[in-house]
Structure formats: structure tokens, C-alpha cells
């Protein structure tokens, strides 16, 4: 009820024998359109949910397919197959096909017939029905720039390209300033990191099959970066809306990063090449060069030079801080999935997206996440953990990585729903919105469900966890909410030892009674980045002082407007660093809600990180800046360190300078609650307008938010300091 579908994809047939469909057509070259998925029947007890569908077409030469799970996501695909007066396609698969329209179209027909009837239903699929589709209002990004104008030459090429900062957004209509038009790519990074490199197309004409192809990485001394070591995508626009929970307004961001396949550029909308290059551990530091070359076809059109300067830094973690995902929910769980499966090859499929995104998360900078307890209401009415799934989901972090910090593991279901069925209680609304005060037997059954995970815990040597029972209480919600919240607390409390977690507003700005019977009982307060400001809470008197205070940036995670590169940098390095919090944690990694590669078609958006075939995770932009922030992080900890080190050598001048160098960023930074000024939010002006938010290229921002180039100029300016350091106290 919550997602829109159409008759033709909810349709469908399924199989899982090989067959063949033939089809009479006269002879000659034809494009076949192809649609399948959304099968429905779904739901935690629906057939199809905890199915992965994989489906292999073939005719002739020609071969396509895909691989996806549950009842809503739909693919197109389009193959070009030749007729001998029959079309044999052979429909095969590892597990269930799935089928739902087939248009078989001659070549010479293609382009009418596709744009006349097939994008009709293609925008039923990735879009909404026309009937709901002209609810929307579309608008796109306000470009202050001029185009330039372009000489013969670059008329001729049909392209130009141009770079800027990869937290820059580059929108369909943005225009490239002169100077930024065939200038290089250039970067730096240390051995061990990872590195965007990334460039626009500006088509000056409509454009066939364009990929990009990057050349090995050479320094003048012979070494070598093998161009493997560089994964190339390209970012995919996606209609969007300004806030995850916002209707009726959309707007094409920039935002999933898609590996490089050929495609079809048209004229003035860009193309923003988006390669990460992995510097190996070992990699000798020096000046490495290259190309990217673009391809029209088999026609190379341009060459754009990479230069990649290695530094002779080893960079260093921090670990008193806390990188953390929310990653599992109760209804979206990969492993949960893969137990309710009814096929070997779903639940392989299953378990190898969890162990995949778990080890990008470590890649990217993660250290622990948000588990979600499984399990299950029994026969009693009791809520039921299964700890063999818990276990599998926090064995797979401790091999991808994670280094057994206290996390939060999430107890939502059972607090707020299943033991509220027990007692013939109504269950809560959000945020505990009308919560009635249940019976004592409720809170003594809390305490002995914690009894029974931390009893679970010590047998199994598990890392400790913050139990987290409420996500955002709202004390208006109900006169019974904060007795409810601080009854709650104390009956987890009774069980010796044990932590607290709470997301919220701590300080109760929206007003309603007070937190004052619930702060004893919290051990972290987890709440937007980055108010209560840090030095105030904790200089202040009272139970509030000694917790620990967490944030979760969701504002940065795709929630609400995708497109935060520059406060989402902000948040994870230099704003984090600056602000005195210790963690971050946002919701969440991934989250769908309908087909996952509409972002419209849901009462809520799709969320971050994207699924392949192959159940790898498709990055989104937002989420390669996070890692970013954290790199900002950690050559700001190796500074220190290289401070401290030379203290120790005698060197007072060495760390004197390094330090002038840290505080002079340090006072450049205003911290900003969510970083909502400087037109990154302005009070979600954007929202009343009906515009996407405008973020300004050049200049410096307003109310002390950085320009793009701003934060790879101190990165360096630190780096330089470091390496300064290094080779002083290297000389005898």
C-alpha cells in the first residue's frame, strides 16, 4: 500500500527450467525492450520477498540479464538480436527467472516506437504513472554560471571536459568556467588510501556509446599504479526529492556512482566521470602520470592527463573515535533474508551482500555498526532473540574488521511493539506518540529479556553492547512519555553493568517535560550533529555531565537532500575534529521502500548505498565523502602525533609550527548544527521554493562554511607539515 506500481509491472510470468519463447519476425536487424521484476507478493510472509529472481535472456549472439531479490525491484534491458524469419530466446537461470513484457521493435524503428510508446511504461517503472507523475512538480538547478563559449576545435570534438572538486555538484545543466575546461586531474594521496579522480563531458552534440578507459599511473623513475588499482564509474542522475519523507517536488541529482559501461551522451547534459584510485601499501612516494581516454564507439575523441602525486606518509587512526553505521533493521535485514530464504542460491545470495557491505564499510572508514536484535514473538507472547543470527552478523564484522567497540544494539521491536501486544496495550506511535504507561510485569520483562542477551553475550565472548530500547523519544507525544522513558531505563538498569544509548535532543528544545527523571539512566546521548554544543554540555553541572555524546549526521545520509557533499565533508573531518564529539553514526547504509532504483515511487525515499547484480554495493556520492571527512581525520591525528613525537625528540620548533598550522584551521572552522546555513539548508528554503538548493562554485561561503578547494589546501598544507617533521627528526 505504501508503493506505486502499474498494471504491467505487478504482471509478470516465472520459471526456474530453462525454456524458449519463439517468436515469427520477418527478416532483419530488430532491438528487443525488455521488462522484468516487481513481481509483488510480498510482505514477511509473502512469497516473494526472500526470492532472488535471476533471469538470462539469450538470442543468437545476443545475451542479457540480471540478478535481484524481493517483489519490487524492475529492470529494463534491450538487446539487439538478428531474425532469420525466427527469434529463439532462451530464458535460463540459477534460481527463478522472471518475465513480465517483451516489444520486439525493427531497427529502423527504434527511436520512435521507444520514444512514442516504450517510455511510458520505462516511466511507470523508474518514475510514477502519468496519472501520479503530474502531481509532481520538476524543476531543476538554478545555474548562475553562463555556458562559455566553445571554439571550433572543441565544436569539432563534439565534448569538452572540464574538472572541479568532487564535492562540487555537478548538475544535468551546470556550466563549466573557461579555466576549468581541459585542465588536468589532479590529486594526492598517501600509500593505503583511497582517491577520487573524477572529471565532466560537456556534450556539444548527441553522443553514441562514450566510455572512458583509464591508463596505468607511471612516476619518472619507473613506477608503476596498474590501472586495475582504478575503479571507474560514471554518476548517475536519479529524480529525487529535497527530503526523504517530501512529495510532490522532484529534481535529478547526482548521485549514484555506476561502473563504466558504454553510454549515450545528449547534448548539454554532463557527464561526470567518477574513478577511485587505491594507492597500495608500499607504493613508493613520488609524481605519477597518465590518462583518461574517451571513446566514442571505437573513436577516441579526447585524452584528459592525471597526475597522482604519492606521499611518504603513513596515515594514523584515531581510535578513541567512533565511525558507526546504523546497518540492520528488523524488516531490512540481509541476514534475517537469507534465514527466511527457501533456495540455497537466495540465501548464498543474501549471506554475500552482508559480508560485501560489510567490507565496504570497513574500506570506508567504518569501525562498528548499529546491529538490530532478530527474533520473534513465541507462543507466550514473548519476544524471542535468535542469537545464532546475531552471532553470523557479528562474526562477518570481526572478519571484515571491526575492532569489538561497544555499539548499539538496537531493541525497538521487542520494547515498543511485542511486549505491548502482550499486555493488550495499543503500541506506540512514532518517536512514542500517544504511549500508555504499561503494567510492571512489562518492565520486568524487559529486565529479563537484557538478562538474557548479556548472559548471551559473556557465553559467546560478543563485544559489549549499548543497549538502545527508543529511537527519538518526543516528550509532547504523551503525558506518559518521559515517566514511561525513565521507568524503561531503570528496569534495563537493574541488570548489573550495563549501558544506555539514546538518540534524541537531550536539551528538549521542542519543548514538553523535562529529561530530568530519564538522565541518570543514560550512559550515550546520540543526537544531530553538533548541538548541544560539546563544551557546554559537558562544563555543566548535574546527571547530564558525565555521559558520552554521540551524533547521528543524518542530514549528510541522504535523508534529505542527497546532495551535501561540502557539509557532509565538514561533518566526518574537520567539523567533527573541531567540534569535540567523539562518534558519528548515521541512519543508515542502505534503506528501500519500492523499486530501489526509484527513488519516487515510495511513501519514503530509497536511502545511500545501491545493490549490483552480484549483491556488491553501488556506491553513492554522498558516501565516498564520507570517507573523505574521515581521511581529512586521520591526517589531522598523524600531525598530532608527529607533534607529540617531536616533543619527545627535543624538537620544540617542529611541533610549535605544527601546531600554528592545526590552530589556524582550527579557528577557520565555524561548527554549524547539521551545517544548515550557507545555503545548505537556510531554513529548507528550497522546500518552500520548489528548487533544488544552489551551492555556489568559487568564493568563500557564507557564515563560515569552506569552499570546496578549501579542504584539499589544508589537507596538503597538514601533509606538507608532516612530512617537514618526518624528515627533521629523520637526520641524525
Known amino acids: 500500500s505504501d508503493v506505486c506500481s502499474s498494471d504491467l509491472s505487478e504482471d509478470h510470468i516465472s520459471g526456474n527450467a530453462t525454456t524458449t519463447l519463439r517468436v515469427a519476425a520477418p527478416k532483419g536487424a530488430y532491438k528487443v525492450w525488455i521488462l522484468l521484476g516487481a513481481p509483488g507478493g510480498g510482505g514477511t510472509s509473502g512469497p516473494n520477498r ?60 527504434w527511436e520512435s516506437v521507444k520514444g512514442e510508446k516504450l517510455a511510458r511504461y520505462e516511466q511507470d517503472v523508474y518514475l510514477l504513472p502519468e496519472e501520479e507523475w503530474a502531481k509532481w512538480t520538476k524543476t531543476e538547478h538554478e545555474e548562475k554560471n553562463p555556458m562559455p563559449e566553445f571554439t571550433k576545435e572543441e565544436q569539432d570534438r563534439g565534448l569538452v571536459t572540464y574538472t572541479r572538486s568532487y564535492i562540487s555538484n555537478i548538475w544535468p545543466n551546470t556550466a563549466p568556467l573557461r579555466a576549468e575546461i581541459d585542465a588536468p586531474v589532479r590529486a594526492f594521496a598517501t600509500p593505503g588510501e583511497y582517491e577520487p579522480l573524477n572529471f565532466a563531458i560537456l556534450p556539444l552534440r548527441d553522443l553514441k556509446d562514450v566510455r572512458v578507459q583509464f591508463s596505468d599511473l607511471k612516476s619518472k623513475d619507473g613506477q608503476s599504479i596498474d590501472a586495475s588499482s582504478i575503479d571507474t564509474r560514471f554518476v548517475k542522475y536519479m529524480w529525487s526529492r529535497p527530503n526523504y519523507n517530501y512529495l510532490y517536488t522532484t529534481y535529478r541529482v547526482p548521485d549514484v556512482l555506476m561502473p563504466m559501461v558504454p553510454s549515450d551522451l545528449t547534448k548539454g547534459e554532463n557527464f561526470r566521470v567518477w574513478a577511485t584510485v587505491r594507492v597500495a601499501e608500499g607504493t613508493p612516494p613520488g609524481t605519477y602520470g597518465g590518462k583518461a581516454e574517451i571513446f566514442s564507439g571505437e573513436k577516441k575523441l579526447q585524452e584528459v592527463p592525471l597526475e597522482l602525486r604519492v606521499l611518504p606518509i603513513h596515515l594514523e587512526k584515531d581510535q578513541g573515535i567512533t565511525y558507526g553505521m546504523c546497518y540492520t533493521l528488523r524488516d531490512n535485514n540481509p541476514v534475517v533474508n537469507a534465514s527466511r530464504a527457501n533456495d540455497a542460491f537466495s540465501r548464498e545470495w543474501f549471506r554475500g551482500k552482508v559480508e560485501k557491505e560489510i567490507r565496504d564499510m570497513v574500506e570506508h572508514g567504518m569501525n562498528g555498526v548499529e546491529w538490530s536484535l532478530p527474533g520473534k514473538k513465541n507462543e507466550n507472547g514473548d519476544f524471542e532473540p535468535d542469537f545464532d543470527l ?131 539512566f543514560i550512559d550515550v546521548w546520540c543526537n544531530q550533529p553538533f548541538k548541544p554544543d560539546y563544551e557546554t554540555i559537558k562544563a555543566e ?165 569552506w569552499d570546496p578547494a578549501v579542504f584539499d589546501a589544508d589537507r596538503l598544507k597538514i601533509a606538507n607539515r608532516i612530512i617537514e617533521i618526518i624528515n627533521a627528526l629523520a637526520k641524525p
Open 390 to 520: 546475531l552471532a553470523t552478523l557479528i562474526d562477518m564484522g570481526r572478519r571484515a574488521g571491526f575492532d569489538g567497540r561497544p555499539m548499539p544494539l538496537q531493541l525497538l521491536h521487542p520494547v515498543a511493539n511485542i511486549y505491548f501486544d502482550k499486555y493488550g496495550i495499543e503500541r506506540p506511535g512514532r518517536h512514542l506518540k500517544d504511549v500508555k504507561m504499561p503494567p510492571q510485569a512489562y518492565f520486568d520483562d524487559i529486565t529479563k529479556l537484557v538478562e538474557r542477551i548479556e548472559a548471551e553475550r559473556k557465553l559467546r565472548g560478543w563485544p559489549e553492547f549499548l543497549y538502545y530500547p527508543l529511537d527519538e523519544p518526543e516528550p509532547l507525544g504523551s503525558p506518559d512519555v518521559v515517566p514511561f522513558v525513565a521507568k524503561l531505563m531503570e528496569s534495563i538498569k537493574k541488570v548489573p553493568g550495563v549501558r544506555i544509548y539514546m538518540t534524541g535532543d537531550p536539551i528538549n528544545e521542542r519543548g514538553g517535560p523535562p529529561w530530568d527523571p530519564v538522565y541518570p
Open 50 to 109: 526472500f526470492v532472488v529472481w535471476d533471469s538470462r535472456i539469450a538470442c543468437g549472439k545476443s545475451a542479457v540479464s540480471a540478478t535481484f531479490p524481493g517483489e519490487h525491484e524492475a529492470r529494463v534491458l534491450t538487446m539487439d538480436v538478428v531474425s532469420d524469419g525466427t527469434l529463439d530466446f532462451q530464458i535460463s537461470t540459477r534460481n527463478r527467472w522472471l518475465l513480465n513484457g517483451m516489444a520486439i521493435v525493427p531497427s529502423s524503428q
Open 541 to 705: 553541572a548535574g546527571p547530564r555531565k558525565d555521559a558520552e555524546y554521540w551524533c547521528y549526521p543524518n542530514h549528510v545520509c541522504g535523508e534529505f537532500d542527497k546532495t551535501r557533499n561540502i557539509g557532509a565533508r565538514m561533518t566526518y573531518g574537520f567539523g567533527f575534529w573541531r567540534s569535540g564529539y567523539r562518534a558519528l553514526i548515521p541512519w543508515i547504509y542502505q534503506y528501500d521502500q519500492g523499486n530501489p532504483w526509484n527513488y519516487l515511487d515510495g511513501e519514503w525515499s530509497d536511502v545511500m548505498v545501491r545493490t549490483a547484480d552480484d549483491g556488491s554495493p553501488i556506491p553513492v556520492v554522498i558516501w565516498e565523502v564520507y570517507r573523505e571527512g574521515i581521511d581529512d581525520m586521520r591526517y589531522i591525528t598523524t600531525l598530532e602525533h608527529w607533534i607529540e613525537r617531536a616533543k619527545a625528540a627535543g624538537r620544540n620548533d617542529l611541533a610549535k609550527a605544527g601546531r600554528a598550522d592545526l590552530d589556524t584551521i582550527w579557528n577557520s572552522i565555524k561548527v554549524q548544527y547539521r551545517y544548515q546555513d550557507d545555503g545548505l539548508w537556510s531554513a529548507n528554503k528550497h522546500l518552500k521554493d520548489n528548487k533544488p538548493p544552489v551551492t555556489p562554485v568559487g568564493g568563500r561561503l557564507e557564515n563560515g562554511m
